[in-house]
C-alpha cells in the first residue's frame, strides 16, 4: 500500500478532505495543501500544488476533493507527469491504476458520502499497475 498522500480541495470538499485526513493520519503520511476552510476559492490553485508535489515525490499519490471532481480532474491532468481520474466507487478507483497507472484521484464531495470515501481512497492507495504490455503501451500513448 502506498503510505504518502498529496491531499487537497476547495470549499466545497474542504469537509470532506477533513474527514478522510482525520480517518487515515495514523495509517498514512497525509501532506495537506489546503484549502484550510469553507470560504470560497479557486480549486485549480489547490489542484497546482497537489499535482507538482506529486509528480516531483514519485512515493506520493495525490486525492484532489471538490464538489463534482470534475473541476479538480480537469485542472490535474494539465500538468505534465499527472493522470487523474474522477471516481464515485472503489472499483473505478482500482482500475483506474490497475490500467491506467493513474497517481491522483478525484473525488466528488456532493457524490461521494463519509460511508464509502474512506473505502475508495484505501483501496486506491492498495491498487497497483498491472505490468501488461497492452496497459503499458496505452499509457505511453498518453504521454503525448
Known sequence: MI?????ASDHVGYRLKNYIVNNLK???NINDFG??????????????????????NESFRGLLICGSGVGMSIAANKILGIRASNVVD???????VEHNDVNVLCLGANIINEENVIDIVRSFLEAKLINEERYLRRISKLEG
Open 3 to 7: 503510505k504518502n498522500l498529496a491531499i
Open 35 to 56: 484549502t484550510n476552510s469553507d470560504e470560497s476559492c479557486d480549486f485549480p490553485d489547490f489542484a497546482k500544488e497537489a499535482c507538482n508535489f506529486v509528480v516531483n
Open 26 to 28: 495514523s495509517e498514512i
Open 90 to 96: 472503489k472499483e473505478t478507483a482500482i482500475q483506474s
